[in-house]
């Protein structure tokens, strides 16, 4: 048998031998089968040349996706150790998605479908996978003749590219690197290659001219002499420095990891460091074992521009321990399954970074399952941020601070830095300080909101769950807040200011303090917000704010809700604006029909304090009667270039839409009405 190398680029191998057999078990008429079965079978011939079936083995991994086309439901279809898997679906169009990867570095992907399940259907059908197209790989062939098309690259000149060469012969190969030509330089010699391995080959551009090349790559290997052509193209006569204008471009996992590797990196990188700038050229995905950008002592203080392209992390830790000061990393997307602090990065846990003290800007983290701490400080993009944190986003599961405090959707620990145009939509857990966007804020939020779940035991926010003498302005919250005591819509704990923010989810503590916007105002300034959701608790709740102290300030609120619950007990200080007369009221409404309702004994309770626009319950705003506009216009402190006041002409009805925040993240739909 013949050792061949094949060039894969756009090349549809037989990587694996994928069957699928789809059809309904007999009678049930409702219900289908999707079985695959990888490895079993004979060898096919494709593309003019035929191989053996791949072997299930343990170096290998498949990430197999069941897509429903006509629902958009994904799910997956984990492969035994025989490599086969079975699901039992209902009749429809579905798309089934393979990807390889061999020794945790992504090798392959494949695709099936869409194919339509009816009644008594059976469908075989072999998926041929894609290899990368910078993978030059040794295999065992039964043919003399193979046809591929060359990969298309680019790249400035001087850049250095890596190709990798994998070995999936029985045995481990030399290879000798003879020549290459068409304009490139490479560095080489005599390599050994492992069986089931891959070795990464350096070249670089060394023409001057810009333009597209057809080099050749000739080497030897088990007495064969190969010689196999690319396609490059120059795009740039000057090659990159690192520089702010001219970054370091990375394109793949080995050279990521060449951003950290300092000491040890091959000719080509050796300039390339922790305080230079760099340029994401393709989307790729860091494995479990590759090393990621995690520094146990040195700051990242150079550049990173993500180019909108997509890091997946599966290291199960933090891209980087700490962005330094003037450290930037923006336009970057990341998608994570897991990262979990206790085991890879310390106490500290996030999407991004464990500290910033630079800047991330335009980032955006999508949770598969979830980003867990082991310890204080967790967030969905930077556990403890000094810097900046703007025009970010994080979607999709848990960042959850397994008991720990300071744990935020977005940010765990705002550490006098500044959050702006952030949003988190996903759930968040902790012990103390847990918010939905900050868990605790002792700087500057504006432009922020959260739509997931809030759950704690004390100082629980729906953006901010401690504002620690920091300001919060133009929020808002849409989940549900809970926690053992101490929570607010906005902040559980507000020692700062809070101001043109407005809560539609619902508030609830086990015990005491627990406020539509913040649940303990200690000093701090609550003004121009609104609540519509219900709030409820045993001791001391208010519809804006549940208690404070005699520098505190609550002023131009509304509160919305229905009712206001006691869940047990027979405490009474409960308002329809606070429940504490130490507070200053100035300027607040609730609407009339409120009330306040015991759980328990399914009655309702007197509030406390009087209804004027000074007193624990606000002036009446009746509903069925009074125009929004009343309340919500610009001599109260409703600022049109923050608020969209365009409905507020309507009347106080159940239905009536409220105003809505200008200039919001992501713009997203803000329905926010009267309940």
Request: glycine fraction near 14%.
């Amino acid at each position: 048998m013949k050792m061949k190398t094949l060039i894969s680029a756009f090349l549809f191998t037989l990587f694996s031998l994928s069957f699928i057999t789809c059809h309904n078990p007999a009678g049930s008429g409702e219900t289908a089968t999707i079985s695959i079965n990888l490895g079993g079978g004979a060898a096919r011939a494709v593309n003019g040349f035929s191989t053996d079936p791949l072997r299930p083995r343990s170096d290998i991994t498949y990430d197999v996706k069941l897509i429903n086309t006509g629902t958009g439901v994904v799910e997956s279809m984990p492969l035994n150790a025989a490599g086969t898997a079975s699901k039992t679906v209902d009749p429809g169009t579905y798309k089934i998605d393979i990807d390889a990867f061999v020794n945790g570095w992504p090798y392959a992907a494949g695709s099936h479908g869409p194919f339509t399940l009816t009644a008594g259907q059976r469908e075989t059908a072999i998926i041929a996978m894609q290899r990368r197209p910078d993978a030059i790989v040794l295999s065992e062939v039964k043919d003399t003749t193979c046809s591929f098309s060359p990969a298309a690259q680019s790249s400035p000149a001087g850049t250095p590219r890596t190709i990798e060469i994998w070995n999936y012969t029985a045995t481990a190969q030399t290879v000798t690197l003879n020549s290459i030509s068409g304009g490139l330089n490479w560095t080489g010699g005599s390599i050994t290659i492992p069986q089931d391995t891959h070795h990464p080959l350096s070249i670089s551009f060394n023409t001057s001219a810009a333009g597209s090349n057809t080099p050749n790559l000739t080497f030897s290997w088990s007495g064969n002499s190969e010689s196999h052509a690319f396609n490059f193209t120059v795009t740039s006569t000057t090659p990159p420095d690192g520089t702010a204008l001219n970054p370091f471009e990375v394109w793949n996992p080995t050279e990521w990891s060449y951003i950290a590797r300092t000491t040890s990196n091959p000719p080509g990188y050796t300039a390339w460091d922790l305080t230079k700038h760099y340029k994401l050229m393709d989307s790729f995905t860091l494995t479990a074992g590759n090393p990621a950008l995690v520094i146990a002592s040195s700051d990242f203080t150079g550049g990173l521009d993500g180019n909108s392209q997509t890091l997946t992390n599966d290291t199960n830790r933090s891209l980087f321990r700490k962005i330094g000061t003037g450290g930037v990393v923006e336009n970057l997307n990341v998608t994570v399954t897991n990262i979990d602090g206790g085991a890879y990065s310390g106490p500290l846990a996030a999407g991004i970074a464990g500290y910033n003290e630079g800047m991330i800007d335009n980032c955006h983290v999508s949770i598969t399952s979830t980003v867990r701490g082991y310890g204080n400080w967790v967030g969905g993009v930077v556990a403890d941020n000094y810097g900046a944190v703007e025009n970010c986003s994080v979607t999709g599961g848990i960042v959850d601070g397994n008991g720990n405090d300071h744990v935020g959707g977005v940010v765990g620990s705002n550490s006098g830095g500044t959050v702006k145009n952030c949003y988190a939509s996903c759930n968040v857990n902790g012990n103390n300080n847990v918010g939905g966007v900050v868990g605790n804020n002792a700087g500057t939020m504006e432009n922020c909101f959260a739509t997931g779940n809030v759950n704690g035991y004390r100082t629980i926010g729906g953006v901010a769950g401690y504002n620690t003498y920091g300001t919060v302005k133009n929020c808002y919250f849409s989940g549900n807040v809970s926690g053992f005591r101490t929570a607010g819509g906005i902040s559980g704990f507000n020692t700062g200011r809070i101001e043109n923010s407005y809560v539609m989810g619902d508030v609830s503590t086990t015990e005491y303090y627990a406020g539509g916007v913040a649940g303990d105002n200690a000093g701090g300034t609550v003004e121009n917000c609104y609540v519509t959701g219900r709030v409820s608790g045993d001791s001391y709740i208010g519809g804006v704010v549940a208690s404070g102290n005699g520098s505190s300030l609550v002023q131009n609120c509304v509160a919305l809700s229905k009712r206001i619950e006691r869940k047990s007990g027979s405490d009474t200080n409960f308002g329809r604006i606070t429940s504490n007369s130490s507070i200053t009221h100035t300027n607040n409404y609730a609407r009339d029909d409120m009330v306040a309702w015991d759980v328990t004994t399914s009655a309702t309770f007197s509030f406390t304090g009087a209804n004027t626009p000074t007193g624990l319950g606000g002036a009446d705003f009746v509903i069925g009667t009074d125009l929004l506009s009343s309340v919500f216009n610009l001599s109260n402190g409703w600022d049109p270039a923050v608020w969209d006041l365009s409905g507020t002409g309507a009347t106080l009805n159940v239905g009536a839409a409220l105003p809505t925040l200008l200039g919001m993240p992501g713009s997203p739909v803000q329905n926010p009405v009267v309940q």
